[in-house]
């Protein structure tokens, strides 16, 4: 596992040093974007430094008892005549017992650059990583001078503006001593303390969760088959898999409903067979059972082989095939997607016609029957 620390010297941060720990070791080089801090494994870290020019860091203690949004306006109707620009120009972030606020763009742009590595990333204030609580401290990296404050606030100049940005931190602050690690022997000699230089190597053993992380992962089409590392092959696969996924309710909804009207227009045809005054179905079921009960007991002695044209009336729309035999007095025929409330019908009121089913091989799907069905008759 390796730590990373990339600390941008510019608000335009096309200049960074990258400082890499391994194994106790310390190396620093200097890159011009994020894309060449190279690829990282899994485990390893990354601690991405925002200039302070591009933060701007409060003492703002939450009420617990109310909501973020509420917390998020108090805060900013403290700070809204102290913002350069608009209101909803920026991001407002919570740490503990500190607000910052950083423009939207700004925080979007790192966001998504920073998006594209493996492993841990924390976006972090630069003045933060240098903080110790309660206490004032001043770290120089480089030529840049990080002010961490003890409430949590900080800022950081070059070494052009220290002087200035000290009288200024010292008239408001006159009793301002702080902890100094620098190199800068006019700073020592100012607060009468020796060298200490600072060094990031203390950040590989402390508990990066205590910083403030602003990083926030920004998925897109292009990093998902960048972190993916899908083939062309794959990519197709997933887009066909896709289209299928949001294809497919569609289809079994037009089907569904394709099969309900073929369906009711069958139990229509049944009843309209029967009795051709029907106009509107109500209750299927019961209006079958009473046709059923109104139909003659004695029919088939009355009825002769004639009555099989009754039977194809109610079910010609779905005859594959049809043979009768008349030595056996039997027909033959191959039904296909006949509703089964129309089958069931023609099982139920057959041998009231003097044809009875003597055999049935038929299979039952979704309501509709396939097969072949062996009939009897008489023809005296």
């Known amino acids: ?55 701007t860091s409060y003492k703002f203690i939450q009420n617990k008892e109310l909501s973020t949004q509420v917390n998020l306006a108090n805060f900013i109707s403290e700070i809204d005549s102290k913002i350069v620009g608009q209101v909803s120009d920026n991001d407002y972030l919570f740490h503990e017992d500190n607000a910052f606020a950083i423009n939207k763009k700004t925080l979007l742009d790192i966001n998504t650059s920073l998006s594209s590595l493996n492993g841990t ?75 200490s230089p600072f060094s990031f190597l203390k ?56 099969n309900a009207k073929v369906y009711s227009s069958a139990t229509f045809d049944i009843f309209k067979t029967i009795n051709k005054d029907i106009k509107k179905l109500v209750s299927p079921k019961s209006q079958i059972d009473q046709l059923l009960k109104d139909i003659p007991d004695n029919l088939n002695t009355q009825t002769k082989l004639p009555n099989l044209d009754l039977f194809y009336n109610l079910s010609s729309k779905y005859l594959k095939r049809s043979s009768i035999d008349l030595d056996r007095s039997t027909a033959t025929i191959t039904v296909e997607s006949m509703p089964e409330l129309q089958y069931r019908f023609i099982q139920g009121a057959s041998s009231k016609f003097g044809i009875s089913i003597v055999n049935s091989d038929v299979d039952f799907k979704n309501g509709f029957v396939d097969g072949e069905i062996l009939l009897g008759f008489d023809d005296e």
């Open 1 to 55: 596992m390796s730590l990373y620390i990339a600390h941008p010297l510019d608000d335009f941060m096309e200049s960074i040093n990258l400082y890499t720990f391994n194994e106790g070791k310390e190396l620093v080089r200097s890159i011009k974007d994020v894309s060449e801090i190279g690829a990282l494994d899994d485990e390893d870290k990354l601690i991405f430094l925002i200039p302070s020019s591009l933060i």
């Open 121 to 195: 990333i924390y976006l972090v204030p630069e003045y933060s990583i240098n903080h110790i609580r309660d206490i004032d401290v001043i770290s120089q990296i480089g030529l840049k001078y990080l002010f961490s404050y003890s409430d949590g606030t900080g800022f950081g100049v070059g070494e052009n503006f220290l002087d200035q940005y000290l009288d200024i931190v010292t008239n408001n602050k006159p009793d301002f001593h702080p902890t100094v690690s620098s190199l800068n022997n006019d700073l020592n000699k100012r607060f009468k303390i020796s060298n």
């Open 203 to 258: 950040l590989s053993k402390s508990d990066l969760m205590l910083l403030p992380n602003f990083f926030k992962l920004k998925i897109s089409f292009n990093l998902l088959l960048k972190k993916l590392a899908f083939s062309r092959s794959q990519i197709a696969a997933c887009a066909i898999s896709l289209i299928i996924l949001i294809s497919a309710p569609n289809f079994l909804i037009y089907k569904n409903e394709r």
